[in-house]
């Protein structure tokens, strides 16, 4: 997946926003939370950071081409960082993110998630 290609993705997802921050990172938002992360690389190729399930982040974490998120997974937090081949699928990704934006958006208040039309199944 491109920049451009995770950009695109990202800005059909629901309700969401994007800023360039943190050296110059895509960083995309859901009520003003960051659930996607493109960027942070060091001169290799792409790179894409998102939340997962601690189920997920134990399936992810030791796979060839992911790892635990630097500086947000040494935090305890549970976030994986695509950074090289094999790595996961464009498919995948997508399916990844998406989830990213729904565990965010769980996180939300409930007021702010139905002004934002999220999560009113």
Known sequence: MTYDDFN???????????????????VWKVGG????????DDGGGARFTFKVSEIAYEMLKDRPGLRPAPYLASRGMKWIQH?????????????????????VSLGLT???QRELGLNQD
Do not use: E, M
């Open 110 to 112: 409930k007021k702010l």
């Open 83 to 103: 950074y090289d081949t094999p790595g996961l699928s464009d498919a995948d990704l997508k399916d990844y993110l998406r989830q990213s934006h729904r565990i």
């Open 33 to 40: 939370k960051v659930f996607a992360i493109g960027g942070w």
């Open 8 to 26: 695109s993705f990202c800005a059909a997802l629901p309700a969401t926003s994007h800023v360039v921050q943190w050296g110059g990172s895509d």
